[in-house]
């Protein structure tokens, strides 16, 4: 199982980036896969999460109307859409999924399968 997140770079405030992650040995189709982000000196802190099963998103309050997360089940590919950037968004980015077969972001999943990390840095 692997999954590879790329697209991350330095951007100004109120730029864009999106972000990809990569699944190989992983189906994302009806599994719940998300975005995780730490910052330097802080904890890691959920981003978004989707339900590849019915398209159903999630978002924490501090992305929530900036951020789009969507999935593409042919690629197994994940994407975050990052919008209207700010310097708190400044992190390493992770792409995460949960094994199980049917598992959806709104019953309690857990992600077990990393993705290695992308920095996304927003400065001025």
């Known amino acids: 199982v692997q999954l590879q997140a790329s697209g991350g770079g330095s951007v100004q405030p109120g730029g864009s980036l999106r972000l990809s992650c990569a699944a190989s040995?992983?189906?994302?189709?009806?599994?719940?896969v998300g975005w995780f982000r730490q910052a330097p000196g802080k904890e890691r802190e959920w981003v978004s999460c989707?339900?590849?099963?019915?398209?159903?998103?999630y978002y924490a309050d501090s992305v929530k109307g900036r951020f789009t997360i969507s999935s593409d089940n042919a690629e197994n590919t994940l994407y975050l859409q990052m919008d209207s950037l700010k310097p708190e968004d400044t992190a390493v980015y992770f792409c995460?999924?949960?094994?199980?077969?049917?598992?959806?972001?709104?019953?309690?999943?857990?992600?077990?399968?990393w993705g290695q990390g992308t920095q996304v840095t927003v400065s001025s």
């Open positions: 040995g992983f189906t994302l189709a009806y599994r719940a």
């Open positions: 995460a999924g949960d094994r199980v077969y049917g598992s959806s972001c709104d019953s309690g999943p857990v992600f077990t399968s």
């Open positions: 989707i339900s590849s099963a019915d398209g159903s998103t």
